[in-house]
């Protein structure tokens, strides 16, 4: 049996794959001490897709039934032209096939990108930031700078962006921080997530990761000390739980891929800015579209049949796994090259 090419794309254990988070640089202006190392080598420049390369592999993803796109990186507003490429993607929000188009960001270009943004049908980002300590910030990035980034999330709530905040919780790091970037957030009307650090990267250290690993259960344990913590069902198809803290009425968010599984709910993929697929993040498993999108200048064909080919490769779940005090299913590769 034939599949149409714009069959939606179902993987094999029936999860509808509708969600698309794609990398499109490796490169950044910071170097995050859980991301990155501090002497980072990148790809060379004629590995990545070219724009129009990105334009036709997003298109191939949305003909298939993704009706999310999330752009990430490494940091994705460094990448030169890049706001070309969100504004050529509305052509996709405005035909009602893509229902939105979003972004993950350091947040230090935001305060020059954030207007272009918006005029391309961008309505929320999420932007990372871990603490409001200056000097605990260029700690933890080690080249990044808090009031740009600062200046930047002023610059997207007057966009009229909708800002997230992530923020990784680190062990003896952002700990003692929590009742204040959680005020911090309240005050400025901006959602608040927390993320376990994963075990990525080749020069991870186990017993320091584990040193670093603040459990999002202790998280809300903490929470309770100083809120009313109520549990909320809602789920947004990805790995975050939310909870709603009944004195300031917030809704914070947990995406916990350690202590929680999510996989059975798992909606998405991603591609790197080489054009590898990751059906799993968690899985060393992937496959290349850089090569039939290069074969196939119309963006349909051997494409579409290597996408297909590679959802129904899609693995079940991953296997990280803290529990027994060493870091089970660690990953090799940087969070920078699949984005997280
Ligand atoms: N540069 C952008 C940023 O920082 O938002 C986008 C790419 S970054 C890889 C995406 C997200 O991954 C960020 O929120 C970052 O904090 C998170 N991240 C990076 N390494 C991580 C790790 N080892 N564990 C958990 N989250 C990580
Ligand atoms: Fe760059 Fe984002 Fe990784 Fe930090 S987390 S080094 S900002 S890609």
Redesign the pocket.
């Known amino acids: 049996m034939t599949v149409s090419q714009t069959a939606p794309l179902i993987d094999p254990f029936a999860r509808a794959i509708t969600y698309l988070r794609v990398s499109v640089t490796d490169r950044?202006d910071f170097r995050?001490v859980?991301?990155m190392s501090e002497h980072m080598t990148f790809l060379p420049k004629k590995e990545l897709l070219t724009l129009e390369e990105l334009d036709r592999l997003c298109t191939a993803f949305i003909d298939m039934g993704v009706e999310k796109l999330r752009i990430?990186?490494?940091?994705?507003l460094v990448r030169r032209d890049i706001i070309t490429f969100f504004q050529a993607m509305s052509r996709h929000l405005d035909s009602g096939s893509l229902k939105e188009l979003t972004l993950?960001?350091?947040g230090s270009q935001l305060e020059k990108y954030a207007e272009a943004l918006y005029a391309a049908g961008v309505r929320r980002v999420?932007i990372?930031l871990d603490t409001l300590n200056e000097e605990k910030f260029a700690r933890v990035t080690r080249w990044g700078r808090l009031p740009q980034v600062l200046r930047g999330i002023d610059a997207a709530q007057k966009a009229g962006l909708r800002v997230k905040i992530?923020a990784?919780a680190l062990k003896g790091f952002n700990e003692e921080e929590l009742p204040a970037i959680t005020r911090w957030c309240a005050e400025r009307n901006l959602d608040l997530t927390w993320?376990?650090?994963?075990p990525?990267?080749e020069d991870i250290d186990p017993a320091n990761r584990i040193g670093q690993y603040w459990s999002l259960k202790d998280v809300r344990a903490e929470y309770e000390n100083h809120y009313t913590v109520t549990d909320l069902a809602e789920r947004s198809g990805g790995p975050a739980r939310y909870v709603r803290l009944e004195e300031s009425g917030q809704k914070i968010g947990f995406i916990t891929p350690l202590s929680h599984n999510f996989c059975e709910s798992c909606n998405r993929v991603r591609v790197t800015c080489t054009g590898e697929i990751y059906t799993c993040l968690g899985q060393e498993g992937s496959a290349d579209l850089r090569a039939p999108l290069r074969a196939s200048s119309d963006g349909a064909g051997l494409l579409k049949d290597a996408i297909r080919a590679a959802i129904g490769d899609k693995p079940k779940g991953h296997d990280f796994d803290y529990s027994r005090q060493e870091v089970g299913g660690q990953m090799t590769r940087h969070?920078?090259h699949t984005?997280?």
């Open positions: 950044c995050c859980y991301c990430t990186g490494g940091e994705p993950t960001t350091n999420n990372s992530n990784v993320i376990e650090v994963m990525m990267g969070m920078s984005g997280g």
